[in-house]
């Protein structure tokens, strides 16, 4: 084989290395999962706290309350339009505790203590266990005293509830979503479309 060949040879290796490796990087880049979620490969609980937070405060407009007395409107824009990220995960046995919060535009985080009085704070979360899926549900506060609320249902309940707490896609919220589908923050839109509540 001659030294051109070779040559050849070494840059088509070179090349295909770098499409591998370029493959790799932007697969890590498409991924909007926090690197832990991803390593414990609980991406669906993820998926699942942050579209029931979504769909629960969907209409809501940011306030401070005082139990459940509203005493300020904070941003004139209802959650749905807003950023929803990932602030932690608390992970005890078998169970996986979610928590987010809503940011506005100024970066300013809008679930916190200094908005809800100390007992009863706002749902930011879900707890999920791995060995009742089904049946079980768990609501977490972060900026409560009272930070873990539980309720069960049997799963035929579940679908067939008129209880926004534990069913927050409700008949109004899908008008809403289709109404207003223009304005909501991109990952409640897309997964609006991918969940079949927006079809056109």
């Not at 290796?13 to 979620?37: L, R, W």
Request: aromatic letters at 16%; glycine letters at 4%; a neutral charge.
């Amino acid at each position: 084989m001659n030294t051109r060949v070779l040559k050849i040879l070494l840059a088509l290796s070179i090349m295909i290395s770098g499409c591998s490796e370029s493959s790799q990087q932007a697969q890590k880049q498409q991924s909007h999962y926090p690197t832990i979620v991803d390593s414990l490969q609980i991406n669906d609980w993820y998926d699942s706290t942050k579209w029931y937070l979504y769909t629960y405060y969907c209409m809501d407009t940011p306030g401070t309350y005082y139990g459940d007395i509203r005493t300020q409107t904070i941003v004139n824009k209802p959650y749905s339009s807003l950023e929803l990220r990932f602030d932690s995960l608390g992970l005890s046995g078998d169970s996986c505790a979610f928590y987010f919060s809503f940011y506005n535009d100024i970066d300013h985080k809008l679930i916190n203590h200094f908005n809800y009085d100390e007992w009863t704070g706002m749902i930011n979360g879900l707890m999920f266990t791995a060995d009742q899926p089904d049946t079980l549900m768990y609501f977490v506060r972060s900026n409560s005293s009272m930070p873990l609320e539980s309720l069960s249902f049997p799963k035929w309940i579940y679908d067939t509830t008129s209880y926004k707490k534990v069913k927050p896609l409700q008949p109004d919220i899908i008008r809403f979503i289709n109404k207003n589908k223009n304005m909501l923050n991109p990952w409640f839109l897309e997964q609006a479309k991918k969940r079949g509540i927006i079809t056109d």
